[in-house]
């Protein structure tokens, strides 16, 4: 039997659950904008998927792995028949073993459908019966093992944001950093991020040469952050070419940050009453181990923040760090006032004040569209809407 939906009314975990349960034998398709997945099933087991991601591609884990270079790479691609795997033609050169390729196909379906379970919406549908290409290598997973890996990685994405700088921050190495011995317990992965590091480079480009894959190495990088082993280096605020773009950038922030956590906190009293207060700082109580900028003068109790109170946290802050850790802590707190919001108020009256923020914030940047856009602001207020979406 065949059936569809969406991923906004039905989880993948319950689909996975749902396949493994009927032991049925098909593939899942999984479609978000431009993005497609396809898992196979083998009597419930997952045996094969494939992305339409660029960095999902087979080829690229394996230069990840260090498995292959990119000339030998570039010589399989050119000299295997069309539509010939890469995987088994790999093997059939005896370039690479048939237990090394299926070692890394279980990293690449793990990577592919863990992926997915970051998405809030998209269109899914099973085809059953269908099968992989034929000549294709399988291998064998437990969708349970799958789904509770996946669930437990969105939890822990959320505490991650709320650590890491913007992709384009530099990430150094810290010279000579406090060690304290009692908490120097170093995991593998937290080894590769610092040998990845060398004398500092962008999250992004760390996060695309590390053989990890994405999850593990921001995870390592955010323990080494708080460590302090590793710092952000190079930021925003270093490239301000004179203090009335500073004032300017300052500005937008403030009215971004200011307006749209007031219009949460006037939601949250007119719908809730006194119990709107609570929820307002029970949030920021639970959460301010995060804040560590913010708890020093904004408590949360009231939902009270002006832009005098703005601009003391951020002349509080060293130069050097100013603008990442504003935008850092003010974009966990928003994060986790709009959780409250869909908490409390539920998913249509959220998706509403979604919007309107979206509006609201689009507003604020328009008044300084050049200063915006020349510092990536608009970007870095829509990667956190759009992870909401």
């Known amino acids: 039997m065949s059936f569809a939906g969406n991923l906004r009314t039905v989880s993948l975990a319950d689909v996975f659950q749902l396949i493994l349960a009927s032991k049925k034998t098909g593939a ?33 884990l394996l230069l990840k792995k260090g498995k292959i270079s990119k000339l030998e790479l570039e010589r399989v691609l050119r000299d295997k028949p069309e539509g010939k795997k890469i995987g088994a033609f790999l093997v059939e050169r005896n370039i690479l073993t048939r237990e ?38 399988q291998t064998e997973l437990n969708p349970m093992n799958i789904i509770m890996e996946g669930t437990r990685r969105i ?62 190495t921001c995870k390592a990088l955010a323990n080494l952050l708080q460590l302090g082993l590793v710092k952000v280096g190079k930021v925003v605020a270093k490239d ?10 300052v500005e937008i922030l403030a009215q971004v940050y200011i307006n749209n956590l007031r219009f949460i906190f006037e939601s949250l009293k007119e719908k ?12 920021f109580q639970e959460n301010k181990i995060f804040y560590p900028t ?32 504003i935008i850092s802590n003010f974009n966990g707190l928003l994060n986790d006032y709009l959780n409250a919001v869909q908490k409390n108020l539920g998913n249509k009256l959220y998706k509403r004040l979604l919007s309107e923020i979206k509006i609201n914030i689009q507003n604020d940047i328009n008044k300084n569209r050049q200063i915006a856009l020349k510092y990536g602001l608009e970007e870095e207020f829509s990667r956190i809407l759009k992870d909401r979406e």
């Open 294 to 325: 913010l708890s020093q003068l904004f408590s949360g109790k009231d939902g009270q923040i002006n832009f005098d109170l703005f601009i003391e946290l951020y002349k509080r802050i060293p130069p050097e760090t100013r603008i990442w850790k």
């Open 155 to 216: 939890d822990e994405w959320e505490e991650l944001k709320k650590i890491l700088p913007t992709d384009e921050s530099i990430i150094e190495l810290v010279r000579d950093p406090i060690i304290r011995s009692e908490e120097m317990r170093l995991s593998k992965n937290e080894f590769i991020a610092l040998a990845l590091i060398g004398s500092g480079k962008k999250l992004s480009q760390i996060i695309q040469e590390s053989f990890l894959d994405h999850f593990l």
């Open 28 to 60: 899942l398709f999984v479609t978000k904008n431009q993005s497609r997945r396809e898992i196979y099933f083998r009597a419930g087991m997952l045996i094969y998927a494939t992305s339409t991601d660029e960095d999902d591609l087979f080829g690229n």
């Open 240 to 249: 301000l070419n004179s203090e009335q773009e500073e004032k300017a950038l």
């Open 100 to 137: 090394e390729i299926i070692g890394c196909l279980r990293s690449q379906i793990e990577e592919i459908v863990y992926g997915i379970f970051g998405w809030k919406d998209g269109v899914f549908e099973f085809v059953e019966s269908k099968s992989p290409p034929a000549d294709i290598i």
């Open 272 to 283: 809730l009453g006194s119990r709107g207060e609570k929820v307002i700082f029970e949030t």
